[in-house]
């Protein structure tokens, strides 16, 4: 009797991607209720929903459509046999001189050719209707990874322990506590987290280059927005440090909470 199967530890598993968004879209909401941060990790849920459809179709065998290709192929086959049987026909019958037997090498040649074409098309019918799926999905991805950066790009974290007194009268309200901007910096970092792994989503069962091109830019995307989202939190520490308003690490009672 085979044993029951375990959990996958060598692929993404799409409905835990689900799970996890979902779980951060709650987390936002019970810390930030009334911050748009909220709402875009909602979409964020949604997408991965979208996802997991995407790659669902992405993995699945279009068997209607490779029996129409199938068919198609089979004509194109007959037809290359019936030239090379009219060839073999013409130079038993004989030919007046080589020109004619050149020309002829050449039609069949040019008919070769556009046959070879169109096999290549219909063969890669399937493909391209998946390819224009998945970077059709991974746009998506793209543009919600910068409006995640939108969110955070007037965080900044030397304002915490500035006077109100120094802001402008255009300077964007800044309320938050030390603890509640980490927080922030750190949900909007697990956004983008998950962001690339959906994009890693969509080349885990499908091979084909342009997509994992795609794929590629938008973890680099992902990774450098985490980059600059890290530095400010580096930059938080610092300055809480120097100022004396946390203990050392810059996280003091935040390091007991991670929710």
């Keep these: 009797m085979a044993a029951p199967a375990g959990p996958n530890y060598r692929e993404l598993v799409p409905e835990r991607l689900v799970e996890t968004a979902e779980q951060l879209q709650r987390r936002v909401a019970e810390r930030f209720p009334r911050s748009g941060l909220a709402q875009v990790c909602g979409e964020v849920a949604a997408t991965m929903r979208n996802v997991e459809q995407v790659q669902a179709e992405l993995v699945r065998e279009h068997w209607g459509l490779r029996s129409l290709v199938a068919l198609f192929v089979g004509l194109l086959a007959a037809a290359v046999v019936g030239l090379g049987w009219s060839f073999i026909s013409t130079l038993r019958a004989g030919f007046e001189d080589w020109s004619e037997l050149l020309q002829g090498l050449e039609a069949g040649v040019n008919d070769l050719v556009f046959i070879g074409v169109a096999i290549w098309f219909l063969w890669q019918l399937e493909p391209r209707r998946k390819r224009r799926k998945a970077l059709k999905s991974l746009h998506g991805l793209r543009s919600l990874a910068h409006i995640i950066d939108m969110h955070q790009l007037t965080k900044d974290p ?16 800044r309320s938050m506590t030390p603890f ?3 927080r922030y910096l750190d949900y909007c970092s697990e956004a983008l987290a998950l962001l690339s792994k ?3 989503l969509h ?8 997509t994992l091109a795609a794929v590629g830019d938008i973890e680099d995307l992902t990774d450098g927005l985490s980059r600059k989202i890290w530095q400010k939190i580096t930059i938080l520490d610092r300055v809480l440090q120097r100022d004396g308003a946390l203990a050392p690490h810059g996280r003091g009672d935040a390091q007991q909470q991670t929710s």
Excluded: H, K
């Excluded at 304002?159 to 309200?173: F, G, L, Y």
């Design 203 to 210: 080349v885990q069962s499908f091979d084909d280059r342009e």
């Design 198 to 200: 959906a994009a890693a």
């Design 158 to 173: 030397e304002m915490v322990t500035r006077s109100r007194q120094e802001a402008t009268a255009s300077s964007p309200q």
């Design 180 to 182: 509640e901007l980490v």
